[in-house]
């Protein structure tokens, strides 16, 4: 009776717990149907314009060691630069335009401001204003850049610590000029091989270390020249570069020039122009421009250009056949992407002791009609003593675009140059038609960066 009466409790139990759910899984309620939403419209594409102040595109700081040398004093803030703006536009992008028609389509979307501004090449700390040395491109830099859009920066040794930093300060830098005015910036190095090689001279960076080229040139073999220039080429790219100011496409006539000596492929204009021919293909294989120097030519001087003018002692007739001129000619007839004017005066052909940099009669050599050359001229730096021995940032900046110049490399004081190219353009000094005319030459070099 007893057993009866517990298997009778037992099984009212297990009825009870059943009917509550415990022990079991509660079934899941069914999904309701998707409300319909409303068609969406694509947005318009970005344009270029400055970030807000409150934009959460912040970047490290940047490093400025105090006792890394001076650098220009800091810019006060200023208002924006007139004409630059919120509604400042993009590049249209290459592909929604006919061959040739990006050039010409950004060029008139982009203010005055921004034109002047790419016609400049400074090093980094030279557009932040900040002494000190610049290892990232972080919200100093992009701050600056915001005021002054400058075409290009040149790195130094000093800057360059080993490849992943590197890698991250160019793609910062790529990054902030793409953001700002909608363009990829010319990231720019001194890599010749031998003496000169910021890079190759650096341990940290394991490349290949080259020979200088008066080695290469001994050889009389131009695949050598195009090999060094590949190899050179193929770091860069990895890096992040896109712009080489090298081959030297100098000819060393004068045995007491020490500028060149090494730098040089030899004193055969025929060999220089073959072997600066080379490496510059060399280069362009792997995507970095070459630029061909020194215009119209460094190995027939003795004097260094870095403490005052170097001089040719020719007149203008001499000058044209002579051998120092020769492979800039040359440059011009293969349709070199840039050359650079140096400072070197030739008295007797100008009529002055304007350096080349400075000078319209000596770029005419390359400009003119026999010539026609319609690649790129940038200046040698205009903080060299050249220059600045003689003239100031604004006056120097001023001169070499009415020369002819393209791109204006390390002005001595950049606000004061650019402001002074400004008010040339706004006063008639210098055309706008000429600001025109370089920054159509930038663009379609640009167009050809990776």
Request: one cysteine or more; charged letters at 20%.
């Amino acid at each position: 009776m007893k057993a009866t009466l517990a298997l009778l409790l037992t099984g009212c139990l297990l009825g009870l717990l059943l009917l509550s759910g415990c022990g079991t899984a509660a079934p899941e309620p069914e999904p309701k149907p998707a409300e319909p939403m409303d068609p969406v419209t694509p947005a318009p594409p970005e344009t270029a314009r400055p970030l807000p102040a409150h934009t959460s595109k912040t970047r490290e700081p940047e490093t400025f060691p105090a006792d890394e040398g001076p650098g220009e004093t800091p810019a006060a803030d200023t208002e924006p630069a007139e004409g630059r703006g919120p509604d400042a536009e993009t590049a249209v992008p290459p592909e929604s335009l006919p061959a040739g028609g990006w050039p010409e389509a950004k060029l008139a979307q982009m203010t005055l401001e921004e034109k002047v501004a790419q016609m400049f090449i400074v090093t980094p700390e030279a557009l932040t204003g900040i002494s000190g040395t610049a290892t990232v491109a972080g919200q100093t830099t992009q701050n600056a850049f915001e005021r002054i859009p400058v075409g290009g920066i040149l790195y130094m040794a000093r800057n360059l610590e080993n490849p992943t930093q590197t890698k991250a300060l160019l793609a910062g830098m790529r990054e902030i000029s793409r953001e700002r005015i909608g363009l990829v910036p010319f990231l720019c190095v001194d890599e010749e091989g031998g003496p000169v090689a910021r890079i190759g001279n650096n341990p940290a960076f394991g490349v290949p270390k080259l020979p200088p080229m008066a080695e290469i040139g001994k050889t009389g073999d131009s695949q050598s020249a195009k090999e060094a220039g590949r190899t050179i080429g193929a770091y860069l790219r990895e890096l992040g570069f896109n712009l080489d100011f090298a081959p030297c496409a100098d000819v060393l006539t004068n045995p007491e020039n020490r500028i060149v000596r090494s730098r040089s492929f030899g004193s055969d204009p025929a060999l220089v122009s073959r072997m600066a021919r080379a490496f510059s293909e060399g280069l362009l294989e792997q995507g970095v421009l070459p630029c061909c120097k020194h215009f119209p030519g460094h190995g027939g001087t003795a004097e260094d250009s870095h403490l005052g003018f170097a001089v040719l002692p020719m007149d203008l007739e001499t000058l044209k056949r002579s051998p120092e001129l020769a492979p800039f000619l040359d440059a011009a007839g293969w349709g070199a992407p840039m050359m650079m004017a140096g400072h070197i005066s030739v008295p007797q052909a100008g009529g002055d002791e304007l350096p080349a940099s400075l000078s319209r009669t000596l770029m005419d050599l390359l400009r003119g009609d026999g010539v026609g050359y319609e690649g790129l001229i940038v200046t040698d730096a205009l903080n060299m003593g050249a220059i600045t021995q003689r003239y100031g940032p604004g006056e120097a900046a001023v001169r070499a675009v009415l020369a002819g110049s393209d791109l204006l490399l390390e002005p001595e004081a950049l606000q004061e140059a650019y402001e002074a190219v400004l008010a040339a353009v706004r006063d008639g000094t210098i055309p706008e038609e000429r600001i025109d005319r370089s920054v159509l030459r930038i663009l379609r070099a640009k167009l050809r960066l990776p």
